[in-house]
């Protein structure tokens, strides 16, 4: 589903919204990860830790847009999310071979999307939002924060990242196969188109001057997320000196439960009886 031939004229909040917007797009955009992406300056184990700590949100990516096609009260929008949530699915897909070319296993990238291996705060903050304005929030709401904010502000990455990306062809473990490139450059092609879409959108629903404050910050968090969750699922996987304290000890929480080992409480009983005392 293609940007309709012509675009209804903006009313101002929607400009106020832009402008509102912008300061948060360019964090992300002007990141460490995205910087370190775009010219190949983060190692191959930070971008392979970030494929595959980022994929339970990918993963999780077309479930959000169903939760809010339930909302939906017009064939336009209805259309566009149905459209969007295949082509969402597919896209789950190329994660996993971006993953592969830089030596991830595909167990390994499903083990994480089942929560079997322990997911960051940071990333499992953004996958939370996600669904709470998608299955809580109106429907502008949730295509701000989606469709517009999260898949909008990707476009603009993949465009800006993707001849860095494709230059780790000559690293070892990496195979730069299509496959391997194909989720940068696909939302390299399409996705300056979902923005302007779900733009419209939202002026159709949102109608309020309450509810119109309610989209810009709900676009707004998902910006904030998105860039915490891009920068802390890359430094997790630098050097461990570099990373923050309560980094290093996530990660070591992590490691246990991933091993399965007890987590030692102190020697005390607790009673049973309001008013007892603890033995």
Known sequence: MGVPAELSPHPVWIHTLQHFMRPYWDTVLNGSFVQGAAKAELSVPELRGWMLQMYPFIHAFPKFL?????KVED?????????????????AEHWIWMGQGFGLKREDMLEMADYNQPVLRD????????????????????????????????????????????????????????????????????????????????????????????????ARRSLQLLDLAFNTAYRAYSSPDSLPEEVRIELRTGDRRKHNQVIPFPDRRVGERRG???A
């Open 66 to 70: 169903a939760e809010a096609l339930i």
């Open 123 to 218: 990333v499992q903050s953004l996958t939370d939002w996600l669904w709470y304005i998608n299955t809580k929030g109106s429907l502008p709401e949730a295509i701000a924060a989606t469709s517009f904010a999260i898949e909008g502000v990707t476009g603009d990455l993949a465009r800006k990242t993707l001849e860095g990306f494709e230059s780790y062809r000559d690293q070892p473990g990496v195979d730069m196969s299509n496959r391997t490139s194909k989720w940068m450059r696909e939302h390299a092609r399409y996705d300056d188109e979902h923005p302007k879409i779900a733009l419209e959108i939202i002026k159709q629903y949102a109608t309020t001057e309450r509810l119109q404050k309610r989209v810009i910050l709900a």
């Open 75 to 91: 064939d336009y929008s209805r259309s566009f999310l149905i459209d969007n949530i295949r082509v969402e699915k597919a896209h």
């Open 276 to 278: 007892r005392g603890i």
